[in-house]
DNA sequence: AAATGATTTAATCGTCCGTTTGACTTTTGG
DNA sequence: CCAAAAGTCAAACGGACGATTAAATCATTT
């Protein structure tokens, strides 16, 4: 009958938000325990207690924003597969299925908007260099799906050539979420529409026009207009 | 005629050596001095002795390998201006001056091809966020000084929209030094080419159509073919 | 109320860090 | 040749780090 009281004291979710505010302020490495616990409030030992190890609670911080990211690129890309059936998808959806849920997920997160992209760059830059094997099976296996998909919308680029811009689309992606506060000072100023929403609008048609380069242009598609994409 | 002898001993350059190897292997927070002086079969108290503090040889380091890749971004764009005197300058070739000089400049380094390529992402990775300042105000102008060139040579873009494409070839530039090893192998088989010459190729081929996105195609250029790019 | 398990606490461990010291050795210039 | 300068060296400094201990406190169940 206790199945509605918390297992666990707040002391852990506690530990939880002030690692990942501190992560995403200062960077992954530049945070001890000691400036944790001393943000939570709790004993130097309740990060060991609760998480065995700084890198136990490093790598639940990091699980408890990236997953739901993660999971939602996936689902969104098999939804845009699955409505297309047959027919090829738009590129400029699949990037979008790829970076949308960026500001789909934030208001899930008690961080203000500029330390969840900031957070989330970080992560992304860290890859293959020191990751939790967790989060880096993840990210391997939505860039894989993301790849396969990218593939059957550009038939016309040369598999190595693919890759190579991929990664530069990977690249813009990240050095819009680590430096977005430089620039969305000048987005700003626009009607009511949250300013990450026109950077990555920004970002689509980017990382589109890059991915198609020396693709000619496809005869105007021969049924019905082209879905319209007017961010 | 002893101007022949080094007035410092070898030891201040094997230091500046092991540091920039370290840095380039493991990261700029990661290397201890310790693990330099012991490289570098030096004294722990060498580097304090020779560069006041770890701050001021990872400084030295940094100006080492960064200002002449950016003196030779400038030189090049300077060049660019002056040949084509009122005429527009080509998009890809300013692309060219900002991402050539990697390769122009990394024979005079020691290091291998594959870590002067990932220290140097790993610099302009950090930029904003602890970088020395001397190498801060180089990026700076360089930057700036770009800048103005792709608004000349991209009239038809907004400077808010220009502002957020550059930022988003600056990523993918980032990215394309930092995890060259990844995908590089792909790259080979081919000719003699140093396969980071191809990977250039590419990344400017991509950041033009990205740079280029709305902008209807221009009349032929009235007088005489373009310049090609046949990389 | 007693017992049990979960949590919190202060204190401390050993290690690594950047830096400093002072003695010692080498190099340099008059 | 010799004094001054430059360089090297072993040793140690104080501080911060992640982790651990054992006792104290709390919550829950019996």
New binding site residues.
């Given amino acids: 009958?206790?199945e509605m009281?918390f297992?666990?004291?707040?002391?852990?979710r506690k530990l939880l938000d002030a690692a990942e505010q501190l992560f995403a302020e200062k960077g992954f490495e530049a945070?001890?325990?000691?400036?944790i616990t001393q943000l939570a409030k709790?004993?130097?030992?309740?990060?060991?207690?609760?998480f065995?190890?700084?890198?136990g609670l490093l790598t639940l911080v990091m699980m408890r924003y990236m997953t739901p990211v993660n999971e939602e690129r996936i689902a969104r890309l098999e939804t845009l597969e699955r409505k297309s059936s047959g027919k090829t998808v738009p590129l400029e959806e699949i990037i979008d299925a790829l970076v949308r849920p960026f500001v789909t997920q934030i208001r899930k997160s008690e961080l203000s908007e500029r330390l969840f992209y900031k957070l989330m760059g970080r992560t992304f830059a860290q890859q293959g260099d020191g990751l939790p094997p967790q989060i880096e099976e993840q990210l391997r296996q939505v860039m894989q799906r993301f790849t396969r998909a990218f593939a059957k919308a550009l038939p016309a680029v040369a598999a190595d050539d693919l890759a190579w811009r991929i990664h530069f689309v990977v690249g813009g992606m990240i050095h819009m979420l680590t430096h977005q506060e430089i620039l969305q000072r000048l987005t700003q100023g626009a009607s009511g529409v949250p300013p990450m929403e026109v950077t990555i609008s920004r970002f689509i048609r980017f990382a589109a026009a890059g991915l198609r380069e020396g693709v000619e242009a496809e005869e105007p598609a021969a049924e019905g207009p082209q879905v319209l994409f007017d961010f």
Same sequence: chains 1, 2.
């Fill in positions: 009958m206790r009281t297992p666990e004291s707040g002391s852990k945070v001890s325990v000691r400036d709790a004993n130097v030992a309740a990060v060991n207690y609760h065995g190890s700084r890198d």
